[in-house]
């Protein structure tokens, strides 16, 4: 099945935060402590991924122009919008940590070179690998995460989904149509574009900088067609 690696993803999710529910009572320092320690993980993973490109020109136009989209879409603000509501529904105990934990949580399960990798192969290969070892460590992200951000962290599965989900089902077209030299270049500018965005995720957790990351995501849409523009143009 096409989907499984990705529903397996979205399994691994609810059972880390189901698990971190149980250790919501530690104490504000040490979760902050906690906080610190991911921050710095999640900059060195995206450190580690952003100096993987290969055109830094294809980075930067990528991240321009996805900067100009997502600013235009206020993709941030609709986020923000989701977890308010959510917030809602659940009761007004919960209003400081849903909006926060659905954010973040999303962001940093969704932006990264696992995700897309994996989906790629689950789609052309049938090969779920990739998106199950991923489902093993979002879970322990997710059981952290839920311990300091609270329960907000289970709706990350939904974009989770839809985004893995999305990708798979394509890909079991898109091997027709694109040739392997201009996929396995689009995976590694993607992942280095993706690479970026999670360092600004780990900047904003360690409460450094407050980067509107989502409204940055375009940019990996627009990865491919910034890639073909400037192979053609010999850039």
């Not at 007004?92 to 962001?107: K, V, W």
């Not at 932006?111 to 489902?135: C, E, P």
């Amino acid at each position: 099945m096409v989907l499984f690696g990705a529903l397996m993803n979205g399994a691994g999710i609810l059972i880390g935060t189901c698990v971190g529910l149980f250790f919501h009572n530690v104490s504000e320092k040490m979760k902050e402590t906690i906080m610190n320690g991911i921050g710095l993980v999640i900059l060195l993973i995206g450190l580690q991924m952003a100096v993987q490109s290969e055109n830094i020109i294809v980075l930067l136009l990528s991240l321009l122009f996805g900067a100009i989209i997502g600013e235009r879409c206020q993709i941030e603000e609709r986020f923000e919008q989701i977890g308010k509501w959510l917030e809602n529904r659940m009761g007004a105990h919960q209003q400081t940590s849903i909006s926060r934990g659905f954010i973040t949580a999303s962001l940093i399960f969704v932006v990264g070179a696992m995700a897309v990798v994996g989906a790629l192969d689950s789609g052309i290969r049938g090969d779920h690998d990739i998106l199950l070892t991923k489902a093993i460590i979002d879970g322990f992200v997710a059981l952290v995460l839920t311990t300091t951000l609270g329960f907000g962290v289970v709706f990350s599965i939904v974009p989770v989904l839809l985004y893995e989900g999305g990708i798979a089902l394509l890909a079991t077209q898109i091997d027709r149509y694109i040739p392997e030299a201009f996929l396995d270049a689009f995976i590694v500018e993607m992942t280095a574009t993706g690479g970026l965005l999670i360092v600004a995720i780990g900047l904003n957790v360690l409460h450094i900088t407050n980067i509107r990351v989502a409204n940055l995501l375009p940019s990996l849409l627009l990865v491919g067609l910034v890639l073909y523009l400037t192979s053609s143009i010999g850039l």
